[in-house]
């Protein structure tokens, strides 16, 4: 799968070589080819992963004057299923951070929360006897490719870097997206 994106190109590469999941439910697909969901948004978001095993997608955010950038430049998406468009970084390699923390999103339209999946199984096997399951058996993998290749770590609160990101977004994402899906805005208050 060749992209307009040398780092989700080399995801790809790394992707193609790892048995099971190294972040839960994140599966690539192919860039730019459905809306997501979003069928008003389409000209100006990129679609590139599944960020849920129930049809959230990660997308590129494509801002006035951004044509022609590199994608993974450009801030990330969280589109939910069940409803609600939430920036989640402020371009790819910030969502690798989250997405290599192994924590798993929950969404809503007025929330995007990621939540550490092992330890509330390790919690319950502490109860009961549990299978030990783990979401994406290939994370440390993926955390070593990750420091390997750009020097990066993976996110220790993944909630932090999301609310970063939509902070320091959040005017022209609602200026944005406002018209084109107010209830987009309930996850701020409308603000």
């Given at each position: 799968?060749?992209?307009?994106?040398?780092?989700?190109?080399?995801l790809?590469?790394?992707?193609?070589?790892?048995?099971?999941?190294?972040?839960?439910?994140?599966?690539?697909?192919?860039?730019?080819?459905?809306?997501?969901?979003?069928?008003?948004?389409?000209?100006?978001?990129?679609?590139?992963?599944?960020?849920?095993?129930?049809?959230?997608?990660?997308a590129?955010?494509?801002?006035?004057?951004?044509?022609?950038?590199?994608?993974?430049?450009?801030?990330?998406?969280?589109?939910?299923?069940?409803?609600?468009?939430?920036?989640?970084?402020?371009?790819?390699?910030?969502?690798?951070?989250?997405?290599?923390?192994?924590?798993?999103?929950?969404?809503?339209?007025?929330?995007?929360?990621?939540?550490?999946?092992?330890?509330?199984?390790?919690?319950?096997?502490?109860?009961?006897?549990?299978?030990?399951?783990?979401?994406?058996?290939?994370?440390?993998?993926?955390?070593?490719?990750?420091?390997?290749?750009?020097?990066l770590?993976?996110?220790?609160?993944?909630?932090?870097?999301?609310?970063?990101?939509?902070?320091?977004?959040?005017?022209?994402?609602?200026?944005?997206?406002?018209?084109?899906?107010?209830?987009?805005?309930?996850?701020?208050?409308?603000?």
């Amino acid at each position: 799968m060749q992209t307009p994106a040398p780092t989700l190109d080399l995801l790809a590469e790394f992707d193609a070589g790892v048995d099971g999941y190294y972040a839960p439910d994140f599966e690539l697909t192919e860039f730019g080819h459905d809306d997501g969901g979003y069928p008003q948004l389409s000209d100006r978001i990129r679609p590139f992963a599944q960020a849920t095993g129930s049809g959230s997608t990660y997308a590129f955010w494509l801002r006035d004057g951004d044509d022609g950038a590199d994608p993974a430049s450009l801030p990330v998406l969280f589109l939910c299923d069940d409803g609600g468009v939430h920036v989640v970084a402020r371009d790819l390699p910030e969502l690798l951070r989250v997405i290599a923390s192994g924590w798993t999103p929950m969404a809503g339209w007025d929330y995007l929360d990621y939540f550490d999946e092992r330890e509330e199984e390790a919690d319950a096997d502490d109860d009961e006897a549990g299978d030990g399951y783990d979401p994406c058996p290939a994370n440390e993998e993926f955390r070593t490719w990750l420091r390997d290749r750009f020097g990066l770590e993976a996110a220790e609160d993944p909630n932090a870097v999301v609310r970063t990101a939509g902070d320091e977004l959040w005017e022209p994402f609602a200026a944005w997206i406002g018209p084109l899906i107010p209830d987009a805005l309930s996850a701020r208050g409308g603000r």
